[in-house]
């Protein structure tokens, strides 16, 4: 069974720039989509960007567009988020996930892996 974790989250200040990495256990991954939510204290998980099995599609929620950029590397079964120009209200704890399909949705009942969260801080 696929799992997934995430690293590489990390108080900034605004402006700054974040890197987050998202390590899947075994080649199933390079088959999935994959996509990044994040959720703030008291609020629902939402989605952040996601990206097509290949690396050919790529969609990002509209707050960030511009700023973050998702990547991934089928041979390192392994996929990023760049996060530049962070501002305050980035502060979340940031997810990477999966569904069992090569196409990911915005919906995050559509993911079926789930890491466990990196905190993600942004001072102003």
């Known amino acids: 069974q696929v799992h997934v974790e995430e690293s590489g989250g990390g108080s900034v200040q605004a402006g700054g720039s974040l890197r987050l990495s998202c390590q899947a256990s075994?080649?199933?991954?390079?088959?999935?989509?994959m996509a990044w939510f994040r959720q703030a204290p008291g609020k629902e998980r939402e989605f952040v960007a996601a990206?097509?099995?290949?690396?050919?599609?790529?969609y990002y929620e509209d707050s960030v567009r511009g700023r973050f950029t998702i990547s991934r590397d089928g041979t390192k079964n392994s996929a990023y988020l760049q996060m530049n120009s962070l501002k305050p209200d980035d502060t979340a704890v940031y997810y990477c996930?999966?569904?069992?399909?090569?196409?990911?949705?915005?919906?995050?009942?559509?993911?079926?892996?789930w890491g466990q969260g990196t905190q993600v801080t942004v001072s102003s």
């Open positions: 990206i097509t099995w290949n690396g050919f599609g790529i």
């Open positions: 075994d080649h199933t991954f390079t088959t999935y989509a």
């Open positions: 996930a999966a569904p069992k399909a090569p196409i990911g949705t915005p919906q995050k009942d559509d993911y079926t892996y």
